[in-house]
């Protein structure tokens, strides 16, 4: 079963305005990272936040982690119509690299 | 800048045909993973390798194959096509005791 389930599935906003996107996980993790993918590519990593931290800030982009609720968001600030694209959360095991992917979120800036 | 490639981009293959999807970094990374992606199903692993001529299995292994003869290179074989096999498989490759991963830009495959 998947382990990061986004919320919502897909998301239509104005461009300047802006978007959350919400990740719940179900078992311990060492961090949490926010993938992008653009229509029909590969995904690009945007952001890793560590399971002690709260809040992280990249630019825009604004992360934080709840592990007591097990869960994380991510905000992207004054929205642009290149931020249209998919938004997946993914977290590791406790130990290794591999990573389990949510379903993603679908957000579309319109112009 | 870590530069990931896949072979092809787009790829139609009949069914029972042996498929080769090669995956290429140039950033000396030890681990790489194969992925494939279909809608309402996310991303899903299908093998992994941490070193030159080691593979784990993923979560979909079934149907599958991987090679892993030269560190920069990781090739998914699907040994006999089938039609379920249709879908965008995905390679990516992380450094030693970092968790983000590199992705290519993802194989179309349509077996028909």
């Known amino acids: 079963s998947q382990q990061g389930e986004e919320d919502p599935q897909a998301l239509s906003i104005q461009e300047g305005e802006n978007a959350t996107m919400n990740c719940s996980y179900k078992t311990s993790i060492n961090n949490l990272q926010w993938y992008r993918q653009n229509s029909g590519r590969g995904l690009v990593h945007l952001i890793l936040?560590?399971?002690?931290?709260r809040e992280k800030h990249s630019g825009r982009l604004r992360v934080t982690l709840d592990t007591s609720k097990k869960s994380s968001s991510l905000l992207i600030t004054a929205s642009r119509a290149a931020d249209t694209a998919s938004y997946f959360c993914a977290t590791p095991p406790t130990s290794g690299s591999r990573l389990t992917f949510g379903e993603g979120t679908q957000l579309t800036v319109n112009p | 800048d870590v530069k990931v490639t896949q072979s092809s981009r787009y790829l139609v293959k009949r069914t029972g045909e042996k498929v080769f999807l090669e995956c290429v970094q140039d950033m000396d990374h030890e681990n790489m993973f194969w992925y494939r992606q279909d809608p309402g199903l996310g991303l899903r692993l299908i093998y992994f390798s941490y070193d030159v001529k080691m593979k784990e299995k993923g979560d979909i292994p079934e149907g599958y194959s991987v090679s892993r003869e030269k560190k920069e290179r990781f090739s998914l074989i699907l040994e006999s096509a089938s039609t379920n096999q249709t879908s965008m498989y995905l390679c990516?490759?992380?450094?030693?005791?970092?968790?983000?991963?590199?992705f290519g830009p993802g194989t179309r495959l349509t077996v028909t």
């Open positions: 936040i560590r399971s002690n931290e």
């Open positions: 990516a490759s992380s450094p030693p005791g970092r968790y983000e991963q590199y």
